[in-house]
């Protein structure tokens, strides 16, 4: 089997491997002795994996769960999942690779742009994936509608003994660190996967990881989550190690337990608890390549999953990122070995950019005019698809089950897979970029449907047209593409009045489309509807695809 990793969802550690891990690094050991070389980052589609311009084959790879130990088949990997790919003899052969999700547990809350879940503020981007992997999905009595948005989860209500849990979910990611990690916890998600509830006794069933904030008595805060360890097995650097006295402030700790804490989760009894590392930088002068969200900013430097990057190298004229980017960072690993003097930096996801979502028949793929890339026609809109854009197909029943390996669909392959899937319906997420392109974050082959939508900020011109009596459409655009909505179908967040939109707001659209139009009729329901979010919030204007 072999595994595609984007140009911009990749990280390249040259020098000695002292620790693996998706979100914060972990202590798995690598089966050679000599310096080793590491992969990581999120997994865009099947067919390849791709860093710093050299393709890796897992065919002879180990996929091992770093929290476990224990070895996972290679099917279980997913579009979007944070994966540590440990480099084999050969230079294009992967010896192993590590899975280390950030969350497991509950979904407690579900904000426009964020998920709570075990404590912890989990982020949501254009770039998020989600996947449904509950057995109702595919289930021929009472079958569930599968979750492909925060839209589809559930949120925990009530407390205590009366409450009623959300959607059991896992989060993989990247950890947000703050220049003080102390004061500030959170996750960039790139893949939420909702699963069945795993049956009581299921170890590592419910998991916190992220940086420690305050240490008590045999206790530690991770986020918003206080940790009990009066009864865990704590380990540091691979030993064990006295609870009381095993973590810090600042630290990076993964706790997990088979038993769930009380709802909503504020506090945790862990069975095992682990010190992470951030990434393995300890090889002063070594190349390497950093990926993650931008927590801080000052002066000629900025922090990037928790390591500090030394700015004043880069050409001249360099824009330094804003807190929230997500960027791809090349350079060499400093003294002392954490930090990171830079030579290049790319912005692969600009907070502050316009987002937009998209679901519709595709009517046109041409190849773009640089290498692996392509022009995709979506609801009149032309989409860029690039190497970093994450792919899936999720079109047919348990596609979960499949052999990745047998079918790829990769940007290799896009163009004809695509032209040879029996569905041609697309969700397509993407970003603007500096001069207004469409950038495609992902794009997902979903069941054949007539259903067109539209998610995003309201444009400025043509002006709105709102209308009051049913019959008589609103009139607006989104992304250029032009919508016709019944009043009766519109509703707003907050005090607004009921069938009206304003220009700049945050609106999901779906319906059908009728020469060009998305046109919405006068009964709403989940498939013809209007909601308009309010003013996007501040960092942007991502939100979930809620369609």
């Given at each position: 089997m072999k595994i595609r990793f984007g140009g911009g969802a990749a990280v390249l550690l040259l020098g000695l491997l002292a620790a693996c891990g998706g979100g914060g690094g972990s202590t798995a050991a690598s089966p050679q002795a000599q310096p080793q070389a590491l992969a990581s980052g999120a997994i865009t589609a099947f067919g390849s994996v791709f860093v710093g311009g050299v393709e890796y084959s897992t065919t002879q790879a180990r996929v091992l769960d770093d929290d476990s130990g224990a070895t996972l088949a290679a099917g279980a990997l997913q579009v979007g999942q944070?994966?540590?790919?440990?480099?084999?003899?050969?230079?294009?052969?992967?010896?192993?690779?590590?899975?280390?999700?950030?969350?497991?547990?509950?979904?407690?809350?579900?904000?426009?742009?964020?998920?709570?879940?075990?404590?912890?503020?989990?982020?949501?981007?254009?770039?998020?994936?989600?996947?449904?992997?509950?057995?109702?999905?595919?289930?021929t009595t009472n079958p569930c509608t599968a979750v492909t948005s925060a839209a589809g989860l559930t949120a925990t209500t009530g407390s205590g003994s009366s409450a009623v849990p959300g959607s059991y979910v896992t989060v993989d990611g990247y950890l947000y660190a703050a220049a003080t990690p102390a004061t500030s916890a959170a996750i960039v998600a790139t893949l939420v996967s909702v699963h069945d509830v795993p049956a009581a006794g299921s170890a590592g069933a419910f998991k916190a990881e992220g940086y420690v904030s305050a240490v008590g008595a045999s206790t530690v805060t991770i986020g918003a989550l206080a940790v009990d360890l009066s009864t865990a097995t704590c380990r540091v650097n691979g030993a064990a190690s006295a609870?009381?006295?095993?973590?810090?402030?600042?630290?990076?700790?993964?706790?997990?337990?088979?038993?769930?804490?009380?709802?909503?989760?504020?506090?945790?009894?862990?069975?095992?608890?682990?010190?992470?590392?951030?990434?393995?930088?300890?090889t002063p002068g070594a190349s390497v390549e950093v990926e993650g969200s931008v927590s801080s900013v000052g002066g000629a430097s900025f922090v990037v999953r928790g390591i500090s990057v030394d700015a004043s190298a880069l050409p001249g004229g360099t824009a330094l990122p804003s807190v929230g980017d997500i960027v791809e960072v090349a350079g060499t690993v400093g003294g002392g070995g954490t930090t990171v003097v830079a030579s290049s930096l790319t912005i692969v996801h600009a907070a502050s950019s316009r987002n937009y979502a998209f679901e519709g028949v595709a009517t046109q793929v041409a190849a773009a005019s640089t290498g692996q890339s392509y022009l995709l026609t979506l609801l009149g809109e032309s989409i860029t698809v690039t190497a970093s854009t994450r792919l899936a197909d999720r079109s047919t029943p348990n596609w979960d089950e499949h052999d990745p390996a047998t079918n790829p669909f990769?940007?290799?392959?896009?163009?004809?897979?695509?032209?040879?899937s029996a569905s041609q319906t697309l969700v397509v997420q993407t970003q603007t970029d500096a001069s207004g392109r469409q950038i495609a974050q992902s794009v997902t082959i979903v069941p054949a449907s007539t259903v067109a939508a539209v998610q995003g900020p309201v444009d400025a011109t043509p002006p709105v047209v709102n209308s009051s009596v049913s019959g008589t459409p609103t009139t607006f655009s989104v992304a250029g593409i032009a919508i016709s909505a019944d009043p009766a179908a519109i509703s707003s967040r907050g005090a607004r009045t009921l069938g009206t939109v304003t220009a700049g707001d945050a609106v999901v659209v779906v319906g059908s489309d009728v020469a060009g139009t998305i046109t919405v009729?006068?009964?709403?329901?989940?498939?013809?509807?209007?909601?308009?979010l309010g003013a996007p919030e501040q960092g942007g204007d991502d939100m979930p695809r809620s369609f």
């Open positions: 944070v994966v540590d790919v440990v480099h084999g003899v050969g230079s294009s052969e992967a010896a192993e690779l590590h899975v280390d999700p950030l969350a497991r547990g509950y979904v407690d809350a579900i904000g426009a742009t964020t998920l709570t879940v075990m404590g912890q503020t989990v982020g949501l981007t254009s770039a998020t994936a989600f996947s449904d992997h509950r057995a109702c999905v595919t289930a609870c009381a006295t095993a973590f810090s402030v600042g630290n990076i700790v993964s706790a997990w337990a088979a038993a769930a804490p009380a709802l909503p989760a504020t506090s945790f009894s862990a069975t095992a608890a682990r010190l992470r590392s951030s990434l393995a930088l300890e990769n940007i290799t392959t896009f163009a004809t897979y695509l032209a040879a009729g006068a009964t709403r329901s989940a498939s013809n509807k209007v909601s308009d």
